[in-house]
């Protein structure tokens, strides 16, 4: 047998399809995702979203979401590039705009999802400051907030 890189193997047995590159996810992005997040600060976010769900310091999908913004709770909005129909989070983005919460797309919902700890793909992703992660959470803000602004 020949040698597989483990990361590769390892996404291969758990989901059955081998893992798609940044630029294969980009090719089924929506047009209104914009800010859409690079490779490297994808990176990151997903991190942020991984160590933010073991502390129970995210906030999961559209309703959810939307009711914290609502409420005045702060944190960094994620969402995901490749969600259909569009007029299931349109609104978001305005909504951050207005609360001035920094906000970025990233490509893949099944790669949000995963990240967060859940099975199922998650289109948006509330991610709270909190102590343990404040370093990484710090970089992300820079970053997300660094994104030009759609018009």
């Known amino acids: 047998m020949t040698k597989v890189k483990k990361e590769k193997a390892v996404a291969e047995e758990e ?17 209104i995702a914009q800010p859409l997040a690079s490779k490297k600060l994808s990176k990151k976010l997903y991190k942020c979203v991984k160590k933010a769900s073991k502390l129970k310091q995210i906030r999961r999908g559209v309703k959810e979401v939307q009711k914290f913004i609502n409420k005045g709770e702060k944190g ?28 970025a ?4 919902k ?10 199922r793909p998650t289109c948006v992703i509330m991610i709270k400051p909190h102590d343990d992660y404040k370093e990484s959470y710090d970089e992300c803000v820079e970053e997300v907030s660094a994104l030009p602004k759609p018009c």
């Open 15 to 31: 989901t059955g399809v081998p893992e798609k590159s940044y630029q294969e996810l980009i090719a089924n992005v929506n047009p």
């Open 76 to 103: 960094i909005v994620v969402l995901a590039g490749d969600t259909l129909p569009i007029d299931v989070y349109c609104h978001l983005p305005v909504m951050c705009e207005d609360r001035s919460l920094p906000y």
């Open 105 to 108: 797309y990233i490509p893949s």
């Open 110 to 119: 099944v790669d949000l999802g995963s990240s967060a700890g859940s099975k």
